[in-house]
Every structure is written in C-alpha cells, then in structure tokens.
C-alpha cells in the first residue's frame, strides 16, 4: 500500500482546498484579501482548484494604500478578468481624504498602519464575514499562533490569548452579527514551500519577483524603489541595480535584493540559500519586536 | 526538495524545565532553518539577558506575554525541512491548566515528543503527556531522556527512566514506543549522534523523525467521504454537472465502485472523481477531491459517501472521551451543537460516566461536574444519527467538537469510544 501517501505539496494543496471549501460551506460572504503578492495569488489559485469546475465564489478584496507597483495594478485586473471574479477596493486615499485616518508623519512615515482602518471599514461596507489572507504561520512569531479559522470580534481586534481551540480538521465559524473571521488556508506552508508550489504549478507572478533593473535608493538594508511617493533624503543617491522583490506590499516600504534569479527555477534555489527572513527587509516589521503582534491585535491581515 | 517527500507532524509536550524550547531551537538551528537576522535578535536578547553564548529556546518565543512571563501560552506552530521531509511542529505548553492546548497540538500529529528530565526521571507530567498521546491515539511516541550532561551520560540512569516509562506506560494504549538519550543544550543526539554516550546505538532524534513510517498512519481500508458542498458550475459544458466535494477522510475510491449516500441511505455508483487537472482512476486520503454519482440522487452537506460493504455505525446515542475546553463548566443535559465531519446536529451530554485523573490514570465515578481541562468518559445523546467510527479506528469519523450555542465558543473535544 506505500504507493498510497501524498507528498507534501499535495497534502499542503489538499488541506488549503479542505480550508476555502469549509469558508464557503460555514459563511454567507467571505472575500479573498488580495495584495498582488504571491502568497494571494497563490491563495486565488487554490480556490480556483477548490471550486473547479465552478468559478471562483469568492470576490477579490484589495486594499490599496495608493502607494502601489503599477505593475501589481495591472496583474491584479488582468488575474480578476481572468477569474471573472468580482473586484472590491478599500481605498487608503479615500479614507485619508475622509478623514478616517491621518497621514503619518515624519521621515519613516508610511500608509502601512492606516490599512487596519481602511480594511475594517471595507469588511464592514461590503458585508464581508469571512476574510481570506494569504498569512503565514512561518513568517513571524504573531501569526505563527493563528489558527486556520481565526476570530475577530466586533471591532476587527485578534485576542491572541483567547482564541478557540483547533482539533482535528473541524472548524468553527460560528459568529454573532458584527464579528467577522479571518481564514488562512495556507497557515503551513513556509516561503520555500510557496515557491516550490508556484514554479511546479507554472503560476503567473507579477514580473517584480524576476530580477531586472529598477531605479533604487540604499536605505534600512535594502533597495527602496524610486517612486512617485519617495522623497529622498540627504545623502541618498538614486542608482539603477538589478534587483528583484522578495515580498510585495506598499512601493514605499517594500525592499529589493540584487540578484540575477529571472526565472522561477533561479528563485527556487536563490530562496533555497537565502541567509535572510522573507520579512526582513520590510520596514514594517522592524518597528519592534512585536510591531506585528500590535498591528495584528488591531485587525491587520 | 525531492518531490515525494513526506509531511511529519509532531507535538512536543514538556514544560520550561524539560528543555522543551531548546530541543526545538537545537532542531531548528541543527536543520538550518534559522535565519541571520533571527540569529543576530536571539544573539542580542542572550547576551541582555546574560546567558553564555546563544539560548536556543528563544527560537521559540511568541508573543509579547510569552516573552515577559518566558511562558508559552498557546500553541505555536514551527517548520523546518530536511532533505528527507518536511516537519511541522506543534508546540504546546506542558502545565496542567494547558491540557486543552496539549490536547489541540496532539489531534492532527503522527508523533509525539515527551520530555523527561534525567534528573528527575518520570514525574507527573510525564505521565499526563503519555496519556494524552495514547487517548488522542498519536501513531509515535519517543520519549527524549533529555540533559544527559548533567546525569554524567549515565546508562544506568537511562534505563531506569525508560523502564520507568514502560512501566506505567503498559496501561496506555500506544502503537509505536520508542526512546532516547539526549543533550539538547550540546546537541547530542538531536541532529548528530553524541559522542558522549557510545552505549546508545540507536538513531538520533531527527533521523528517527526522518524515517518514521507514517504511509500507514490514515486509514486505508474504510473508505468515508464526507461531503463539505456541492459544485453545480451551471456554464457551458458543464450545465449537468453535481460534483460532491470534500477531503477523503480514510479509505481509498474508484469510479465504478458501489457507494451508499448516508443518512438517506441510497445507492449508486462512483462516475467520476474529478480535480481540476482531469479525472482519476483512484482517490485516497487525505485528498481533495469532487465527485460524481451515476444517479441523480439528493446529495448535500453533512452526508457522507461510503461503500455499500463497508459503512460506519448510525448512532444516537454512544459514549466518548471527552476532553473540555473552555471556562464555563460543562452542564448536564444541556444542549450543545456537536460538529462531527461536516455534519451538524444537537446533542445533549446524558450522562457523566467516569472521570479520569490524567496523572494517575485513576477513575472518578461519583462526580459529575465537568471543567476545563478534565476528562471525562460521557454519553452523548444527538437529535439525529451520526455516522460514526471508534475514534482507535478513525480520528476523522471518530472525533467530534462541542460548541456552545450562547457564546459559539468551541467547549469540547470528544473522541468515540
């Protein structure tokens, strides 16, 4: 009987199916978040196996902090066009023009905390009572605490310290008007796995993953893109390098790595070798120790 | 990574003192899963809090409580990979109030770690970490004699501990008991064998990870298909489709084979089984899958595909161990929804058979009160038959939740007895 077990990318494909068919079973309107980043995309492409041959029943959530890669724009409505899936946006600008949030201030200000606000309010405008997020539990210490099934209460907030106890494969989504889920079908795959995954499947990335020359500036560690949104500081001089992103988020916060890696096989075994975490040239996270726990607490993916 | 490789799930259960966190920093740090930038913090934080060289365990830390109070409160998840499998850690907390989250890490792992302290040979909590390995029927367990250093490398002392083990262990009903001597802080025995203990011939802990045989861990004979929902595409080239989609919980699944839809109770046979990459000729578990039925028969969520020779029990009543979870007590005859595969019904805990004292294996008849974190063997009365398996012979269709329908809290774990 050895021929049958499945290797670990199929278990981690059958259990991440498992997870997007209980959300659609369990809720009445949940969401994909999409960032454009691969661990979304990935997401988007596992409910497309979990459905087939039906479409996608989920609609694609994007917040956008207005500081994005042009070319995240684009993949992301061609991926919708693709799908035929419905587009929603919660928009950071509009919620600053509002008066929802106000810009930080000061010279490592980003939009990357006002996205909580922006998200919750999405969530609720829309009727959304399950968010699924592309989240992790190998990226950071937070999230390696998340359940598949995660609740938030009528406020959006993550109580890590009382969180419902997870057996078996039975998942509980039960919840009151107001609260709504989180859901995170690939909780156990690691970054490798991710890529594994991608370059097995032949899944379209955006070309940002590839290496290829960019305008950048040296700061925090990293290669910052030179954007709309960049102001340069003293000192700082504009360089073209190729390089290549690790993670995707916000333009003005999101660092490049010199690298020659242009096809999915050369990433592979750069990742493979990589001395760094996925996250840390994200100047995000490197607020404090737990910048991340705080934000999630709040109700970040 | 090689393709076919496997995915080994294990739980750890110890407490601070067992060098729980260590051996985990060791197997991560050994295994090259720590980053640069996650060694430079541990380097730093070590070296603040005045520790020689690296703590290992602070590989482990959480959040921002755990920290602190250098506790683990909930259940963290760890990955690393080897060139022969990839590993998924549960750890979880080792003190008594932490029963549940022992309990949560232990339901979906293939083995199970316990950490015995050399010193202090088997103590209490050894013995309620065995307990919950053989009652959530973890196919592996190996007991890590752990700070070997500090007994001298003693085999004497070893194989007191280890007899000590069997000893009380003999009542546990565990498939597969195996042990070994180890330094977690040195790293011997944990990813390289120890020169210090020559009289030990047996693996290290991580190539005895690496070659556990865990293709016979699910089920293979008792084909059960639990049905999550039902695909009906309704576009071109597919207007008749009715795809029953679900996880293969055991068993194995062809077209052509002769199903039974439970609970109706009506025959028909397998057509197809579909993913989205074509049709197969065969389905086992753990997989994902849809399929179709030659008759057009009412099929929806909370049913369940098995064959016609080979079904699950339709009960309303039976007994389980019942593990409970949450703060508020557990109250006689109140209802409950139990969640048992995809299937919902009502259900009622009739009755308090026994408790269980988890250090001495002791049973308590004559108290019916039930809280967080006891044990306890119940009858369970439901509103409708589930269709069931005994829990030894099938965690899927052998295990249930309890929610409670005031605060849709998860209350309790149970396992069909």
Redesign the interface.
Known sequence: ??K????????????A??IL??V??QFENPVILFSGGKDSILVTHLA????????IPFALMHVDTGHNFPETIQFRDDLVEEFGVQLLVGSVQEAIDKGRVAEEKGKNATRNTLQITTLLDAIETNNVDCAIGGGR??EE??R??ERFFSHRDDFGQWD??N????????L?G???EGEHFRAFPI??W?E??VW?YIL?ENIAIPSLYLAHQRDVVWRSNSWIPVSEHLKLEEGEKVENRKIRFRTLGDITITGGMESEADTLEKIVTEV?S????ER?NRTDDKRS??AM?DRKRQGYF | MIDNNQLLRFTTAGSVDDGKSTLIGRLLYDSKAIFEDQLDAVTATSRRKGHDGVDLALFTDGLRDEREQGITIDVAYRYFTTPKRKFIIADTPGHIQYTRNMVTGASTANAALILIDARHGVIEQTKRHAFIASLLQIPHVIVCVNKMDLVGYSETVYNDIVSQFEEFSSKLYVKDVRSLPMSALDGDNVVNRSENMDWYQGAPLLHTLETLHISSDLNKIDARFPVQTVLRPQREGFIDYRGYAGRLASGILRPGDDVTVLPSGFNSKIKTIDTDKGSLSEAYAPMSISVTLEHDIDVSRGDMIVKVKNQPKPMQEFDAMLCWLHNDAAKPRAKYTIVHTSNEQKAMLKNIVYKIDINSYARIEDDTSLHMNEIARVTVKTTRPLMIDEYRDNRVTGSFILIDDTTHETVAAGMIV
């Open positions: 009987m050895s049958y077990y499945l290797n670990y990318l199929d278990e981690l494909e059958s259990e199916i498992y068919r209980e659609w079973a497309k196996k979990a459905f087939y041959p039906s479409k539990r190998d210490k937070a390696a605490k890590p310290k969180q419902r106890p997870e057996l078996w494969n039975i509980n039960k919840h009151f909780s156990n690691t490798m796995d594994n097995r493979s990589m001395k760094q975490t840390g120790e737990s726990e």
